[in-house]
């Protein structure tokens, strides 16, 4: 099932995290160790001695700084719950991508009952953000001259009010062996320097956080659909969520 399928995009996210962060810190790590090598085994010159020293300051420095961007990456940020109104936020992310639409004649088609949608209640800088991720994705897979559809609708799920939200493409679609590596940090398929593979990544740690769901359906060849449901009453936090999102130790 979908959510089947999104708890293994979880595990695979940590792992590719872990191999990500493994890969970067062998390097300094070899140096540091070819170094005390040196320092152990040669007698080298007092020059040589103090290349040799900076070496292993600099690479250590480096596993210093590594360590640090992950934990920064893994710790859980303060979840800010405040009401936001949908409709205002919405609007915000329709304005901010008007350049890239008019750059390759694309249309977004916005379909929101903005009377209608409950207020929800967490940051809407943050909300923002992460709807700019996905739509975003969403113009660039799309054709030239294509339309992206957005729709903001009230849902309610096992009786907890809610909003939905869908961000619908006619782009090349994901195949169903990449759709559970999309929400891994560092995951991507656009060109270096392009992609940083962090959007999906953060907007799904975003919506967990507030109880929310995040659901890719995709076809090949037809397009992707992006849904993301939000409750309106603020959630408080769970075991299992809490669980879930602990900072790498
Ligand atoms: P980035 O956009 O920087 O690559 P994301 O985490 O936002 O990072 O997306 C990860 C990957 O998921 C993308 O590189 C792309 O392969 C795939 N993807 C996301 N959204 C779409 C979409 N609407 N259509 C096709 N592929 C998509």
Same mark, same amino acid.
């Given at each position: 099932? &979908?959510?089947?399928?999104?708890?293994?995009?979880? !595990?695979?996210?940590?792992?590719? @995290?872990?191999?990500?962060?493994?890969?970067?810190?062998?390097?300094? !790590?070899?140096?540091?160790? !070819?170094?005390?090598?040196?320092?152990?085994?040669?007698?080298?010159?007092?020059?040589? &001695?103090?290349? +040799?020293?900076?070496?292993?300051?600099? &690479?250590?420095?480096?596993?210093?700084?590594?360590?640090?961007?992950?934990?920064?990456?893994?710790?859980?940020?303060?979840?800010?719950?405040?009401?936001?109104?949908?409709?205002?936020?919405?609007?915000?992310?329709?304005?901010?991508?008007?350049?890239?639409?008019?750059?390759?004649?694309?249309?977004?088609?916005?379909?929101?009952?903005?009377?209608?949608?409950?207020?929800?209640? @967490?940051?809407?800088?943050?909300?923002? +953000?992460?709807?700019?991720?996905?739509?975003?994705?969403?113009?660039?897979?799309?054709?030239? $001259? $294509?339309?992206?559809?957005?729709?903001?609708?009230?849902?309610?799920?096992?009786? +907890? &009010?809610?909003?939905?939200?869908?961000?619908?493409?006619?782009?090349?679609?994901?195949?169903?062996?990449?759709? =559970?590596?999309?929400?891994?940090?560092?995951?991507?398929?656009? =060109?270096?320097?392009?992609?940083?593979?962090?959007?999906?990544?953060?907007?799904?740690?975003?919506?967990?956080?507030?109880?929310?769901?995040?659901?890719?359906?995709?076809?090949?060849?037809?397009?992707?659909?992006?849904?993301?449901?939000?409750?309106?009453?603020?959630?408080?936090?769970?075991?299992?969520?809490?669980?879930?999102?602990?900072?790498?130790?």
């Amino acid at each position: 099932t &979908q959510e089947q399928l999104l708890q293994k995009g979880k !595990m695979a996210a940590v792992g590719s @995290l872990v191999s990500g962060l493994c890969h970067e810190l062998n390097n300094p !790590m070899a140096a540091i160790r !070819m170094s005390l090598d040196l320092m152990v085994r040669r007698k080298l010159a007092p020059e040589r &001695q103090r290349e +040799t020293l900076e070496v292993i300051e600099r &690479q250590s420095q480096r596993c210093v700084s590594l360590v640090k961007a992950l934990r920064e990456f893994s710790s859980r940020p303060a979840v800010i719950r405040e009401p936001c109104e949908v409709g205002a936020v919405v609007g915000r992310v329709i304005e901010l991508v008007g350049p890239q639409l008019s750059r390759r004649r694309l249309s977004l088609d916005a379909r929101l009952a903005a009377a209608e949608l409950p207020r929800l209640h @967490l940051h809407g800088a943050e909300l923002e +953000t992460a709807l700019r991720h996905v739509v975003t994705n969403a113009l660039e897979a799309s054709p030239e $001259g $294509g339309t992206v559809t957005l729709e903001a609708r009230p849902l309610a799920r096992e009786g +907890t &009010q809610g909003v939905e939200v869908a961000v619908i493409d006619h782009g090349p679609g994901i195949s169903p062996d990449t759709l =559970p590596h999309v929400i891994e940090p560092f995951f991507t398929t656009k =060109p270096p320097g392009e992609g940083t593979g962090l959007g999906l990544s953060l907007t799904h740690r975003f919506i967990d956080a507030h109880g929310g769901t995040l659901n890719i359906e995709s076809e090949r060849g037809r397009g992707t659909t992006v849904r993301m449901w939000l409750p309106a009453a603020p959630v408080l936090e769970t075991a299992a969520s809490a669980e879930g999102e602990a900072p790498l130790q």
